[in-house]
């Protein structure tokens, strides 16, 4: 499958109709697969809640548009702040396993290429704040 300009639209459009203003496109084959690599497009206004992934690590690569990651501490505190912008060469941002993170989207428009081990899991009530 080709990425491009007319992919990025697609999966845009889709999480302009989303009620949570995101879009996953899916590469892996499925949920249990050892690699998750998908597309996420996330508009403004759409909340990303405090959260950790303690099996695996991960990794976003912004492919256009704008957003800030933030990283916390145990008790909360922001303790990194990342402002991706691929116009100024700020591309991406790996993130440790168990590392509390979450982002906000600062332009429409936005899309990132995501990586993370497999197998999906979803997150219990003690990962996100």
């Known amino acids: 499958m080709l990425i491009d300009n007319t992919l990025l639209d697609s999966v845009t459009q889709q999480a302009c109709n989303s009620g949570r203003l995101r879009m996953n496109l899916n590469f892996h084959p499925s949920p249990g697969s050892k690699s998750q690599r998908l597309l996420n497009a996330i508009e403004p206004g759409s909340v990303v809640p405090t959260h950790r992934h303690l099996h695996t690590g991960e990794t976003y690569i912004l492919l256009r548009g ?6 916390y501490n145990e008790a909360g505190a922001i ?4 402002d991706l912008d691929p116009l100024q ?4 941002v ?16 936005t899309v990132m290429f995501e990586v993370k081990d497999g197998p999906y899991m979803p997150m219990s009530s003690g990962d996100m704040r």
């Open 79 to 82: 303790t990194e702040t990342f």
């Open 94 to 109: 790996d993130i440790p396993a168990g590392q509390w993170h979450s982002l906000t989207v600062l332009a429409p428009g």
């Open 66 to 71: 704008k957003m800030c990651v933030y990283f």
């Open 89 to 92: 060469g700020r591309y991406g």
